[in-house]
């Protein structure tokens, strides 16, 4: 089993920055890829970024230049690292995890953190 916590969401103005992070624990030795999800009322979970153990990283079109997906191995922590918000990238933003090697299938969830952002 593998916890995931989430953490650093809040509100922030359009065009500024927001640091969001996921503390991973439990079973994390064999973990490959951890990601980000975003999700907004009415709308299927949406792939914001991810990472695999060796450093490799995906971004949806939408937020490349913007966001930065990082990796602590040593503190067992992903970082979400968001700049130039835009209102549409208000959503609660999920931690994922994965023994496997797709960038879209995760075993293990997060709570959640809001990020919202005001124009």
């Known amino acids: 089993q593998v916890q995931l916590v989430e953490s650093g969401g809040g509100l922030v103005q359009a065009g500024g920055s927001l640091r969001i992070s996921c503390a991973a624990s439990g079973s994390i030795f064999s973990i490959n890829a951890m990601g980000w999800y975003r999700q907004v009322p009415g709308k299927e979970r949406e792939l914001v970024a991810a990472?695999?153990?060796?450093?490799?990283?995906n971004y949806v079109d939408s937020v490349k230049g913007r966001f930065t997906i990082s990796r602590d191995n040593a503190k067992n922590t992903v970082y979400l690292q968001m700049n130039s918000l835009k209102p549409e990238d208000t959503a609660v933003y999920y931690c994922?995890?994965?023994?496997?090697?797709?960038?879209?299938?995760?075993?293990?969830w997060g709570q959640g953190t809001q990020v919202t952002v005001s124009s």
């Open positions: 994922a995890a994965t023994y496997g090697s797709s960038w879209y299938s995760y075993e293990y």
């Open positions: 990472t695999t153990s060796e450093g490799s990283t």
